[in-house]
T-cell receptor
Framework: DADVTQTPRNRITKTGKRIMLECSQTKGHDRMYWYRQDPGLGLRLIYY???????NKGEISDGYSVSRQAQAKFSLSLESAIPNQTALYFC??????????????FGDGTRLSIL | RKEVEQDPGPFNVPEGATVAFNCTYS??????FFWYRQDCRKEPKLLMS???SGNEDGRFTAQLNRASQYISLLIRDSKLSDSATYLC?????????????FGQGTTLQVKP
C-alpha cells in the first residue's frame, strides 16, 4: 500500500462545481502539503499544515481551501472550480525528526480537469 | 529572479554517457538541498539529498557549492531508465517552515 494516498486519481468536472481532493498518509508525519503542477511552471505550493491545528497559505492559495481532519488526513477543496484550476495536484508529507531538513514524500497525484 | 533555476533541457544523450545538471538558488540562507526524479505524469520521488561535502549513490553524485549558490547532479554510465525530469529542490526562505522550493526541472532523454 502507498504511504501517501490521494483520491480521486482523476476527475473531470464543470465550472462552478465544488470539488474535494483527499489525501491520507500512513507515514506518521506531522507535516502535510498540497501542490499543483502545470506544464512549464513546476510545482507550486497551495497550502501546508504542520499539525492538526496549523494551516498556512502557500504561494497560490486563492480559490482553494483545506482541512486537516486528523494527523493522517489533509483535504483540498475548490469551492467553485474554474478552468484555470485544471492541473495535476500532489499531496506530500514530511517528518520533523531532524529539524527542518526533511525531504517530502508525494502521493500519486490527482489529475483534475475543469470544463 | 526565480528562487531555484534549472536549465530545462532536454538533454539528449546516448546510453553510457555521463551527464551533469546544474541548479542555482537565490537564497544564501537555504540549508537543505535535494534532487528529485519525476517520470511523465507521475509523482516526484526523492533521488538524493545533497550534503555540503558532496555525496554519491551508485552512478549518481551530488555536489553543493554554497559560495556560488549552486548544486549539481552527475549521472555516470547513463541507462535508458534514467530518462526522466530531474527536479532541483531547496528549502524555503524561512528555515523553520519546512517549505521546499522546486525548480522547473531538467529533462533527460537517454537514447540507445
Amino acid at each position: 500500500d502507498a504511504d501517501v494516498t490521494q483520491t480521486p486519481r482523476n476527475r473531470i468536472t464543470k465550472t462552478g462545481k465544488r470539488i474535494m481532493l483527499e489525501c491520507s498518509q500512513t507515514k506518521g508525519h506531522d507535516r502535510m502539503y498540497w501542490y499543483r503542477q502545470d506544464p512549464g511552471l513546476g510545482l507550486r505550493l497551495i497550502y501546508y499544515s504542520f499539525d492538526v491545528k496549523d494551516i498556512n497559505k502557500g504561494e497560490i492559495s486563492d480559490g482553494y481551501s483545506v482541512s486537516r481532519q486528523a494527523q493522517a488526513k489533509f483535504s483540498l477543496s475548490l469551492e467553485s472550480a474554474i478552468p484555470n484550476q485544471t492541473a495535476l495536484y500532489f499531496c506530500a508529507t514530511s517528518g520533523t525528526d531532524r529539524g527542518n531538513n526533511q525531504p517530502q514524500h508525494f502521493g500519486d497525484g490527482t489529475r483534475l480537469s475543469i470544463l | 529572479r526565480k528562487e531555484v533555476e534549472q536549465d530545462p533541457g532536454p538533454f539528449n544523450v546516448p546510453e553510457g554517457a555521463t551527464v551533469a545538471f546544474n541548479c542555482t538558488y537565490s537564497n544564501s540562507a537555504s540549508q537543505s538541498f535535494f534532487w528529485y526524479r519525476q517520470d511523465c505524469r507521475k509523482e516526484p520521488k526523492l533521488l538524493m539529498s545533497v550534503y555540503s561535502s558532496g555525496n554519491e549513490d551508485g552512478r549518481f553524485t551530488a555536489q553543493l557549492n554554497r559560495a556560488s549558490q549552486y548544486i549539481s547532479l552527475l549521472i555516470r554510465d547513463s541507462k535508458l531508465s534514467d530518462s526522466a525530469t530531474y527536479l532541483c529542490v531547496v528549502n524555503g526562505v524561512s528555515s523553520n517552515t519546512g517549505k521546499l522550493i522546486f525548480g522547473q526541472g531538467t529533462t533527460l532523454q537517454v537514447k540507445p
